[in-house]
């Protein structure tokens, strides 16, 4: 992310019904107290988030991990401070850009690289401000950031984060990367914006020069873990595809998958990316709630079949600093829900720099800024505390048809600049993902690249495709997509083949391969004559073309029902129950999250009715009901799907862990981030005689119901909250 503070942050540790035994209460050392709440499922890493400094009251969000940044020598100081206070320790450093002068002007091998830094065709270095370039990476790059990670391997980090791999398409005009063309073609280097093969060409090498750096770093920890017999993980956080994409940026993506010691990305997806206008039905507007869903769902089918793990980022405010809270909460709820709707992912980084989130004032711009309001506060710990508790059994969806996906390849970043850049708005990729989505199927951006991967297509009934601002890799794509249509999927292609990228050099039309579009391939691999506008059978599957461009389609308002009626004719030949809905809602276990639709031509009101807590309301006060009105936003506790007897804690706006439960006390152990209003959702049979914490009275509680509610301000130590009856 954005920033040139370093850090992320983190979710709280608890889980619903989990009640833990005793462990020696006492207040004495701090060894003591922070042992107070140690939960063993905190090895599990659930939960994370990053910070450029120290242990603080501002940045103490109690999660698992705490990812300290950056690798300059005051990182072991910084790290030791987070380990003091109980959290796992994992270590962040940018990979395109950092403060490494050392590098630049020769302190590092004795060679200047200033000319491996981005440059523009005007000769302007592409900054982060001053001289921390974006860099073109040579060879010796990826064994500078090895020298930086070993001091966080010294340091004991348990696994290594490489933050954004990123070259801007605007680049490309470096003496650096003059000489890796050179090397890497064999033939003199093109101005990137001379022609759309020296583009695309441009655009691979970019691809190329970051995988090679994270491989040497990656070797490099993979070798320290053979000779100390350690297990250090290697991590890569990255935004999703469809922002790189859309923000004319060029990154590995998918390929990070193939590389030999990668276990996995942080899907840094947040407010500031899923509010980059686009276009549906003809308008062109924010949509947060609705591009944050398809770039989790991207990041999700990264990892998809691979058995490597992703981390979803929320971040509570965002980079631009001039926006209101009100604006920062709710399309915080937006992408938070967002985030959950992807039942496959239970592992998040909660907020980025929690330090700027609960210390910062706004809008900066503003005479007026202010701090963080209480009740915002409180409703952030209450979820990052639930984010510990996703991974659940009993997952269902009650929304549009599912089975649908939106195939999408890396190379949607080659084809972003001059001279004959695709749509300026991604409305390639929009045009099809946001119809179906807008009549609330749960629809899956599937990764192109991963088609190969065993059983990655299953669950998958009906894809849709286009060649239009994106290329297939490799002609081993086309033999999976064909063999998936034989054995029953439908495949609908919206091309008009008008791309002027089909001409490249490229696999299709090299060697003993003449096509004039990579489409062309793909219908002879299906072994099939397909016409325009027809559909046709291909073993058990069909397959359609639809010759538009979805970029045109959608810039237009009859565009989206277009999409719409190709779809309604895939579900029928996939055996699919076709359903529209203006809603989505998904159960995980007993946690509902639920988001209604803006755009979405059905008007009826969905109710759901039962006993619920909503999480985004800081007083975590029961509904009997909840309207899924557009725009509407819900992350619930079912209180009817929890145990109907027993002591435990159904949400806290801290981190809250039961140490000990008897007839006569339940004892807690509470820590939260410093002068923030705290609150505790005990269910109980029992109403308390008195309730104290660190032996001080707690006056402001309630109990009804056979639920008890307590307040209390919090502070970024353990405390004992005491329940007696």
């Given at each position: 992310m954005r920033q040139m503070i370093p850090g992320k942050s983190a979710s709280l540790v608890y889980s619903i019904c989990t009640l833990l035994p005793l462990v020696g209460i006492g207040i004495g050392t701090s060894a003591q107290t922070t042992n107070l709440l140690h939960n063993p499922n905190q090895i599990l890493e659930r939960t994370c988030f990053q910070s450029g400094q120290g242990f603080s009251g501002k940045g103490d969000l109690g999660s698992d991990v705490a990812i300290v940044y950056g690798i300059d020598p005051g990182l072991p100081e910084r790290i030791a401070t987070w380990r003091q206070h109980g959290y796992r320790i994992h270590v962040m450093t940018g990979v395109s850009w950092g403060h490494y002068q050392d590098f630049l002007y020769a302190k590092f091998d004795g060679t200047n690289h200033v000319d491996e830094a981005q440059t523009d065709k005007n000769g302007n270095k592409i900054s982060h401000g001053g001289d921390v370039y974006y860099m073109c990476p040579g060879e010796n790059y990826g064994h500078f950031l090895s020298v930086g990670v070993q001091r966080a391997l010294d340091a004991g980090a348990e696994a290594i984060h490489l933050e954004e791999p990123e070259f801007w398409v605007?680049?490309?005009?470096?003496?650096?990367?003059?000489?890796?063309?050179?090397?890497?073609?064999?033939?003199?280097?093109?101005?990137?914006?001379?022609?759309?093969?020296?583009?695309?060409?441009?655009?691979?090498?970019?691809?190329?020069?970051?995988?090679?750096?994270?491989?040497?770093?990656?070797n490099h920890v993979q070798a320290y873990n053979k000779k100390n017999s350690r297990q250090v993980r290697c991590y890569v956080p990255t935004h999703s595809l469809v922002n790189y994409a859309q923000w004319k940026i060029v990154s590995p993506e998918s390929s990070l998958a193939q590389l030999d010691g990668c276990d996995g990305y942080i899907a840094q997806v947040w407010t500031g990316t899923s509010r980059t206008p686009n276009f549906y039905k003809g308008r062109l507007k924010e949509r947060t709630f609705e591009t944050a869903f398809l770039e989790y769902g991207a990041m999700q089918n990264l990892v998809r079949s691979t058995g490597r793990r992703v981390w979803y980022l929320n971040d509570p405010i965002e980079d631009n600093a001039n926006h209101t809270w009100t604006d920062y909460k709710q399309n915080w709820e937006s992408t938070l829900v967002a985030s959950l709707l992807q039942p496959e992912v239970s592992h998040y980084e909660v907020a980025p720099w929690p330090e700027r989130v609960f210390g910062g004032r706004y809008p900066r711009s503003s005479p007026e800024r202010k701090g963080i309001p209480p009740d915002y506060a409180t409703e952030l710990q209450t979820v990052m505390n639930a984010l510990n508790d996703m991974k659940q059994e009993g997952v269902s969806w009650d929304a549009g048809s599912e089975g649908f996906g939106v195939l999408i390849s890396d190379s949607l970043m080659f084809e972003?600049?001059?001279?004959?850049?695709?749509?300026?708005?991604?409305?390639?990729?929009?045009g099809i993902a946001l119809p179906l989505?807008?009549?609330?199927?749960?629809?899956?951006?599937?990764?192109?690249?991963?088609?190969t991967i065993p059983k990655y297509l299953d669950g998958l009934k009906i894809l849709f495709l286009s060649y239009q601002g994106m290329k297939p890799l490799s002609p081993a794509v086309h033999d999976a997509l064909a063999k998936w249509v034989n054995a029953g999927g439908v495949l609908v292609v919206v091309d008009d083949d008008s791309d002027p990228y089909n001409k490249v050099r490229e696999w299709w039309n090299e060697g003993t391969f003449q096509y004039a579009t990579p489409r062309e391939h793909l219908f002879e691999t299906l072994e099939g004559k397909i016409e325009r506008n027809k559909w046709h059978s291909a073993g058990k599957g069909s397959i359609f073309w639809m010759a538009e461009n979805p970029a045109t389609l959608a810039k237009r308002a009859d565009g989206a029902e277009q999409i719409i009626e190709k779809a309604k004719v895939a579900a029928g030949l996939a055996h699919v129950d076709w359903r529209e809905k203006n809603y989505l809602l998904l159960r995980r276990g007993p946690y509902l999250v639920a988001a209604g639709l803006d755009e979405s031509a059905i008007k009826d009101t969905r109710r759901v009715e039962g006993r619920f807590i909503?999480?985004?309301?800081?007083?975590?006060?029961?509904?009997?009901?909840?309207?899924?009105?557009?725009?509407?936003?819900?992350?619930?506790?079912?209180?009817?799907?929890?145990?109907?007897?027993?002591?435990?804690?159904?949400?806290?706006?801290?981190?809250?862990?039961?140490?000990?439960?008897?007839?006569?006390?339940?004892?807690?152990?509470?820590?939260?981030?410093?002068?923030?209003?705290?609150?505790?959702?005990?269910?109980?049979?029992?109403?308390p005689k008195s309730i104290t914490i660190d032996g001080e009275a707690v006056r402001d509680w309630k109990y009804e119901d056979h639920l008890l509610w307590v307040k209390f301000q919090n502070e970024a130590r353990p405390r004992i909250l005491e329940i007696n009856f």
């Open positions: 605007n680049g490309g005009y470096s003496e650096g990367f003059k000489r890796e063309w050179k090397k890497y073609y064999n033939e003199d280097w093109q101005a990137p914006d001379s022609s759309v093969d020296a583009q695309w060409r441009a655009s691979k090498l970019k691809y190329f020069l970051y995988r090679r750096a994270l491989q040497q770093v990656f972003r600049g001059a001279p004959n850049g695709s749509d300026e708005h991604l409305s390639h990729f929009f989505f807008m009549h609330g199927l749960p629809i899956a951006p599937v990764q192109l690249e991963n088609v909503n999480l985004f309301d800081p007083e975590l006060l029961v509904r009997k009901e909840v309207e899924l009105k557009p725009s509407s936003r819900f992350f619930l506790v079912d209180l009817e799907r929890l145990p109907k007897s027993g002591d435990y804690i159904v949400a806290s706006g801290c981190k809250s862990l039961v140490r000990e439960q008897s007839a006569e006390r339940i004892t807690i152990a509470t820590e939260g981030v410093e002068q923030t209003p705290g609150i505790a959702l005990l269910r109980t049979d029992r109403k």
